[in-house]
């Protein structure tokens, strides 16, 4: 393989880490801040891409960013309404939210499942436009995705060191220590979610402005690979402060896409990436457990041998 090939699927793979370790943050908060395993992230990230695509195509390109935001933060809120107003377990009022995204994204989309952005402007090509001329007039979308990155670490890094943070991250420690403190577990549930699917919508509508498409089934999978990337940038930075924290699973949702490129590149059949996805899913997952298990499976052996 050329290195001007090489160099450019790593871009590719580290655009992408970026704009999807978006979501990863979102989960981030949700799963690790919160302790609510969120399943509405595929459907949130296409109707951010669903409604930030229509807001663009209308000629409001930095508005979509905003509505996809606005429309994931909804997403956000009713799944925490199920969850904590109505009595619905978290996992199922995810699974049911996520149904009913399918059905409003067609209808966002106008009745049809795929959206073309080609004559549109958008952020990146209004970043293009910018860096013209200029060193950096190739990575007009690795400049964006880093600036969004750093403005949503920043965003959650000071969020959570507010009252109504700190008070997010104690629901996800004890939730009857919050109860008995006065503060109440609905309230920053319903706030949790709604930031954490905000991020997960911006992250959805700047995929769709950067490839200039959007179609229904943008967000199959997007909660296995926010889930790994989460995973996998654990493995990198599990401990210190949330800024840190929030780095390392942006590093895990880059990694991730470098694996995913990496397989691309084998000639693998398309239909064998979701396996892919999975296989890095049961990796990251198992490998704190077996790393603490090697130090007795090495005695085993050795005492194995000794007989």
Not at 53 to 62: K, M
Not at 166 to 175: Q, W
Not at 190 to 195: H, Q
Not at 220 to 230: Q, R
């Amino acid at each position: 393989m050329a290195f001007d090939s090489l160099l450019g699927l790593g871009q590719t793979a580290l655009e992408l880490g970026l704009i999807s370790g978006l979501t990863v943050l979102a989960l981030f908060l949700s799963y690790i801040m919160l302790n609510v395993c969120d399943l509405s992230t595929d459907g949130c990230f296409t109707l951010g891409a669903a409604v930030g695509a229509v807001v663009a195509i209308s000629g409001h390109p930095f508005l979509a960013i905003i509505a996809a935001m606005g429309a994931g933060m909804t997403s956000g809120f009713v799944t925490a309404l199920l969850q904590t107003k109505m009595g619905i377990n978290s996992l199922l009022a995810g699974i049911i939210v996520n149904t009913g995204l399918y059905s409003i994204n067609i209808w966002v989309m106008g009745n049809s499942s795929l959206l073309n952005m080609n004559k549109t402007e958008t952020v990146f090509t209004m970043m293009k436009s910018l860096l013209k001329d200029t060193p950096f007039s190739g990575q007009y979308k690795l400049v964006i995705a880093l600036i969004a990155v750093i403005l949503v670490i920043t965003v959650l890094s000071l969020f959570m060191r507010t009252k109504l943070g700190l008070a997010i991250r104690a629901t996800g420690d004890n939730p009857d220590m919050v109860k008995s403190s006065s503060i109440n577990p609905a309230f920053t549930t319903i706030v949790g979610l709604s930031v954490a699917n905000a991020f997960t919508g911006l992250s959805g509508c700047l995929l769709a402005q950067s490839q200039k498409s959007v179609n229904i089934d943008i967000g199959t999978g997007m909660v296995t690979v926010a889930l790994a990337s989460l995973l996998i940038g654990g493995i990198f930075i599990s401990r210190g402060s949330i800024p840190k924290r929030a780095v390392g699973v942006v590093i895990g949702a880059i990694v991730f896409r470098i694996v995913y490129t990496i397989a691309l590149r084998l000639n693998m059949p398309a239909f064998m990436l979701k396996l892919v996805s999975s296989i890095i899913v049961i990796i990251a997952i198992s490998a704190p457990y077996l790393k603490s298990q090697w130090p007795m499976i090495k005695r085993r052996r050795a005492a194995r041998c000794l007989k």
